[in-house]
């Protein structure tokens, strides 16, 4: 039997950071990656591969960072657990531990729609092969139907439409796409720029069933509407991987994760979790949070590969900070929305605030930037900034991001000291954050 | 007799954001901004007037923000100031204040090097009618020597050398261009995109003098070799204007600006002074800072102007943000180079990291970016980082900046909520900053 001191079950964002962060903290121990996939796919690169990258062979992780940080490799299904005797059971035997990392990722939510199983209805699953098949159903599609107005909706659907060609339509459920990460003029925003570059929205309405026989012909709509379609793709929710968990009977959490602590450790306390398969806890309140993000599963697996051995980090809990980007326009969020700010029950003021990104105005790259940041009432602490404009915006989140987990008030923002720069970001006098915080207090 | 509540001397970065701040937190005051300049330069974007923008009126701050904040504009010179009777002289007549920030800027040192007087010798003023001389006199000119290689030389000679045909020189005292602000192997770096682009960079060596009758012909240099030049540009730093505060008798400091507390209040409760002109004071240590800058300008302008009528706020510090950019590469600092830190005297750890921009990493837009942090050992505490990459450079280093703002520690900039993309990031897996600080704790 194999056996390493550290075994970590899962070879992406999550499996892969928890590794290496191993690695770093603990140089004498052998770990080990334990995963089914012969090749690993980026995740949050997959809508690019159909417009953008061009096959799924150009979003790989890798595989050199495993030589570079002394992680042995095992390419092998994990299919049970004795945590008794602290052994891993593979498809291709077992493997002893001293201390696991489950880190076995999500699958494409699949709600039980009449007609989601029909042929020509594919989910995003990440493995090469399965995605290689869907580029090649995507080129030869005419009428292409994806379910789900959400991040990786809109991004498949402007990558499918720069093929040319092609109707393409996203059906959302909700009134409007992106709407579980931007309040609405932000989400109207980014409906606008998708609809003029081709995208058909249809929002604010349930898939009811796919039609066809044995291959997709359509979509039926809960308005009594039809949407020709001979691909579908659904891009509606993920679910946590948690089979080896529960059939070990490790604790599952409220939301179907796997239950963890603040140290990412979970009912056993030889065995770590962290990324999309582990329940997730708010930096807001501290109750679970049903985001899935590959930067969180990072983040997470930084702090359970630092306290394998030994407890030294305790996550802040999850603030929630993603971006896209449609054409040349990038919009972004840290925190919490209005919207979000509302459901938790925080009196809060937000302050709306646009404005060019370069200063003169007259500068090459300058475009209208528009930040909203939430502040909470009493204490002026920074709940969330959502921000659209050039592809700055990237790192700017970041910014906001920064000063969500410092719980920086207001008054600090006001006193930020900011870098500024022609060719780069907004004149000092305007920067929009800064800005934004002194009217909040103007507000308060 | 004009009287004003609050009057502001000086209508540039500080004194404008010093009038909108006080506009913003005392409602129902009168705020008049007295300058003497009919239009006020963006003072960053200077350097852009001759290559990008094409001419000084590209480069102005838009009037129309005084009537959006209700401000009285007084074009006029400030020529002296009786603090007993709360009255500024002007060459227009006498102005009353209950208030007064002084915000009256700096101007080019000029060291007495022999030649500097000399017509074809340019210091850089800001003033449209003197930028528009300085400008006929570019375009005309074959051989342009621009002594000193800090932001603002480099920025001119990258500017002018765009517009074709012409020799540019840069002439820096220090080994290297840029060594303010960055530790050497990022000036080498920087230095060689500005040579790739035909500008020739003279390092190591002082001018001796400028040669010519009445003209300038050429500059004389210490190791005994000589350039010839038809127009000579100083961009050797700059003196803090204080001929007003000094004749009325206000504290001067140590590096010769207008002293003032950490509510930027002077030697009188009623004067206040912010931006170049006043004194300051490091965010590390607490020493005086010699650095000038407009977004400093405005953050210390953010807390003169809120606490006019009862103090509300305390300035943090000179941290030192800032950046400039040559073609596509940006590069951008906060807080401390490890040449700071060592002055400075901290014991420290520093990490540098590279890695692509973007994940996968071919992405759109990926180019190699570099980082370097520098960590206080003990503590564990980041004092600052140094950036080099694309232009989102400009806001990742505000990113690097909150957490220095912040004082945050290496373990928790491991464990920072990171929004990543594709398009616009590098993977969360191999974000520079996180990396850093994980790689900085294996140091300690």
């Known amino acids: 039997m194999k056996k390493f001191d550290v075994v970590v079950v899962g070879g992406s964002a999550a499996g892969l950071t928890a590794a290496i962060t191993a690695r770093r903290h603990y140089p004498d121990k052998s770990i080990a990656i334990v995963r089914q996939e012969q090749r690993v796919l980026v995740p949050c690169g ?40 602290k052994v891993l059971q593979t498809s291709d035997g077992e493997i002893g531990y001293e201390r696991l990392v489950i880190a076995t990722g999500s699958r494409p939510a699949m709600p039980p729609v009449p007609g989601f199983d029909l042929e020509g209805v594919y989910a995003i699953v990440k493995d090469v092969s399965y995605l290689s098949k869907l580029q090649q159903h995507i080129e030869a599609a005419q009428n292409i139907v994806i379910i789900g107005g959400g991040f990786i909706g809109i991004e498949f659907a402007d990558e499918i439409n ?12 909700l009134p409007h796409c992106l709407s579980l990460a931007y309040d609405e003029d932000f989400c109207i925003a980014m409906e606008e720029i998708i609809r003029s570059r081709g995208v058909e929205l249809v929002t604010g309405v349930k898939v009811d069933r796919v039609l066809g026989e044995d291959r997709v012909t359509g979509v039926a709509l809960g308005d009594g509407s039809k949407i020709d379609a001979d691909l579908v793709i659904l891009g509606i929710g993920s679910v946590a991987n948690i089979d080896l968990a529960k059939q070990a009977g490790l604790r599952i959490g409220l939301t179907g994760g796997l239950a963890v602590d603040l140290a990412m450790k979970t009912s056993d306390d030889s065995i770590f979790a962290c990324g999309d398969c582990a329940e997730k806890i708010s930096f807001f309140g501290g109750r679970p949070s049903p985001l899935k993000l590959a930067s ?15 407890l030294r980090r305790e996550s802040p809990g999850i603030v929630g900070a993603w971006a896209t980007a449609v054409g040349e326009t990038a919009i972004a969020t840290a925190g919490l929305t209005e919207e979000m700010a509302t459901r938790h029950g925080y009196d809060f003021v937000s302050v709306e605030i646009g404005g060019v990104n370069r200063h003169p105005g007259g500068m090459p790259g300058a ?11 009493k204490s002026g602490v920074l709940l969330g900034g959502q921000v659209m404009g050039d592809q700055a915006v990237g790192e700017l989140v970041n910014v906001i991001s ?31 954050l800064v ?5 909040a207090i103007e507000k308060m």
């Open 46 to 85: 997959i809508p690019y591969i159909f417009g953008t990258l061009g096959k799924p062979e150009m979003n790989l992780v890798p595989d050199a960072i495993h030589d570079k940080n002394r992680l042995d490799l095992v390419i092998s299904e994990a299919t049970g657990l004795d945590r008794e005797k």
């Open 162 to 173: 720069k093929l040319g060609g092609k109707r393409v339509h996203v059906v959302e459920l």
């Open 296 to 310: 969180i599963a990072a983040q997470e697996a930084r702090v359970a590969g630092a306290n394998l051995y030994g």
């Open 367 to 377: 475009v209208d930037m528009r930040l909203k940041a939430v502040f909470e009432r």
């Open 402 to 432: 920064s000063c969500v987990q410092n719980r920086m008030r207001a008054d600090d923002i006001a006193m930020f000291a900011i870098s500024t720069h022609p060719a780069l970001t907004a004149s000092p006098i305007a920067y929009h």
């Open 435 to 439: 800005n934004a915080a002194e009217m």
